[in-house]
T-cell receptor, first 117, second 116 residues
C-alpha cells in the first residue's frame, strides 16, 4: 500500500510565484521521520529537511518552508518567490521506527516543479 | 561535508559484460545503500549495508552483487544484465544510531546505466 502520497504530478509556475507541494503519509507508528528531497535534472537527490513525529513545529529555511500537521498526516512544502533553479522533482519520504523497516525510505511518487522565467 | 561520490557517471554495457559501480563517502557513516531509479519513478531500495555487513537485500536478482570492502566504499558488481536494468543507480550513506532509527540519507549523483 502506498504510504506516501504526492497527488500533484507536475506543477508549473512563473518565476516569483509561490508553489506548495502536498505530501500525505500513512503510518501506524508513533515514531517516524519525514523527509523532503530535491532531484534536479542532474539526478542527485539533495536532502532538504527531516522532521520527526514529535516535532510539529513548522520550519522556514530561506525561501523554503514546511508545514507538518499530524492531525491530517500531512507534511507540505512551500517554495516562496520561486526561481528557475527550483525546477526539479521533489520527493517526500517516510521512515518508520520498526526494526524490520530499518534503512527503508518510502518515497512518494514525486512532484515535478517547472519554473519558467 | 555531505558528499557521496559515484563512478562512473555514465555506463553503457552489453548483456554479456561484467562491470562495477563504485561509491565512496568520507563522512564516517556506517550505513550505505544502493537504490535503483527508473525514469519518472521514485528511487527503489536494493541493498543496505550496516557496519560493512549486508543487512537488507530487497529481493534483488543475483545479477546484481553488492560489496562493501570497508566503511567508506560500496561497490555494485553487474553481470549478465538485461535491458530493463537500465536506470539511474544511486548510492547513499547515513549514520547508524543506537536505537536503529533512520538517520538522514545523503545521496550521490548516481550512475546512469544503459544496457544494450
Amino acid at each position: 500500500a502506498q504510504k506516501v502520497t504526492q497527488a500533484q504530478t507536475e506543477i508549473s509556475v512563473v518565476e516569483k510565484e509561490d508553489v506548495t507541494l502536498d505530501c500525505v503519509y500513512e503510518t501506524r507508528d508513533t515514531t517516524y521521520y519525514l523527509f523532503w528531497y530535491k532531484q534536479p535534472p542532474s539526478g542527485e537527490l539533495v536532502f532538504l529537511i527531516r522532521r520527526n513525529s514529535f516535532d510539529e513545529q513548522n520550519e522556514i529555511s530561506g525561501r523554503y518552508s514546511w508545514n507538518f500537521q499530524k492531525s491530517t498526516s500531512s507534511f507540505n512544502f512551500t517554495i516562496t518567490a520561486s526561481q528557475v533553479v527550483d525546477s526539479a522533482v521533489y520527493f517526500c519520504a517516510l521512515s518508520e521506527d520498526q526494526t524490520d523497516s530499518w534503512g527503508k525510505l518510502q518515497f512518494g511518487a514525486g512532484t515535478q516543479v517547472v519554473v519558467t522565467p | 561535508d555531505t558528499e557521496v561520490t559515484q563512478t562512473p557517471k555514465h555506463l553503457v554495457m552489453g548483456m554479456t559484460n561484467k562491470k562495477s559501480l563504485k561509491c565512496e563517502q568520507h563522512m564516517g557513516h556506517r550505513a550505505m545503500y544502493w537504490y535503483k531509479q527508473k525514469a519518472k519513478k521514485p528511487p527503489e531500495l536494493m541493498f543496505v549495508y550496516s557496519y560493512e555487513k549486508l543487512s537488507i537485500n530487497e529481493s534483488v536478482p543475483s545479477r546484481f552483487s553488492p560489496e562493501c570492502p570497508n566503511s567508506s566504499l560500496l561497490n555494485l558488481h553487474l553481470h549478465a544484465l538485461q535491458p530493463e536494468d537500465s536506470a539511474l543507480y544511486l548510492c547513499a550513506s547515513s549514520q547508524v544510531s543506537k536505537s536503529a532509527r533512520l538517520e538522514t540519507q545523503y545521496f550521490g549523483p548516481g550512475t546512469r546505466l544503459l544496457v544494450l
